[in-house]
């Protein structure tokens, strides 16, 4: 069974920083796509950064581009998401998502739970 | 300001069909696929259209899903009320090194 548990949600100050993880289970973790998307409560999804399987290709979006950074340790079958100058704009739920393969693309089939970041 | 456009609301009784577009760009749509989400209150969200018009194993195939050129739609038929949830299109795009991009939701009630 797939799973992904994220953890590292809080509460941070304006300009701080958090590392949020997301660890697999139940799949090759090396050979899939990782993402991480958020949702202010209430309001619609956002993309905010992929890392796809093999090669280690990175994205960004523009709103976390240059403070915001993805990672993956395919040892520990877990992605990061470095959380870096926050704002109170990056205040979400973050879920981490398992691409279809090892490509970077819009097709999510398992999702996290979701960690709740606060930023005040 | 979303990069894909979706209405803000639809709504259809049981039995109705009903469609969310979703419009994009050249940079998106026209060039990659559409995926569809589905969101129910409380969860995360689930794929129930993949590259345009696939359906993955599991969900009804009252759900089904079309492109062209720059706009894509969700089509729901036969509408029950457990399909009232929040649904996303979702595309990748190609300017700036690519990127991936949702549109602003669309809210489906079911009267």
């Known amino acids: 069974e797939v799973q992904l548990l994220e953890s590292g949600g809080d509460l941070a100050q304006p300009g701080g920083s958090l590392r949020l993880s997301c660890t697999a289970s139940g799949f090759i973790f090396a050979d899939y796509a990782m993402t991480w998307v958020r949702q202010v409560p209430g309001k619609g999804l956002e993309w905010v950064s992929s890392f796809s399987g093999g090669g280690g290709k990175t994205f960004y979006a523009d709103s976390v581009k240059g403070r915001f950074a993805i990672s993956r340790d395919n040892s520990k079958n877990t992605v990061y998401l470095q959380l870096t100058a926050l704002r109170a704009d990056d205040t979400a739920v973050y879920y981490c998502a398992r691409g279809h393969s090892w490509e970077s693309s819009m097709r999510f089939d398992f999702w996290g739970q979701g960690a709740p970041v606060t930023v005040s | 300001q979303s990069v894909l456009t979706q209405p803000r609301s639809v709504s259809g009784t049981p039995g109705q069909t009903v469609t969310i577009s979703c419009s994009g760009s050249?940079?998106?749509?026209?060039?990659?696929?559409v995926y569809w989400y589905q969101q129910l209150p409380g969860t995360a969200p689930k794929v129930v259209i993949y590259?345009?018009?696939e359906r993955p194993s599991g969900v009804p195939d009252r759900f089904s899903g079309s492109k062209s050129g720059t706009s894509a739609s969700l089509a729901i038929s036969g509408l029950r009320s457990e399909d009232e949830a929040d649904y996303y299109c979702?595309?990748?795009?190609?300017?700036?090194?690519?990127?991936?991009?949702f549109g602003g939701g669309t809210k489906l009630t079911v009267l």
């Open positions: 590259r345009n018009d």
């Open positions: 050249d940079s998106n749509l026209a060039t990659n696929y």
């Open positions: 979702a595309s990748w795009d190609n300017r700036l090194g690519g990127r991936g991009v």
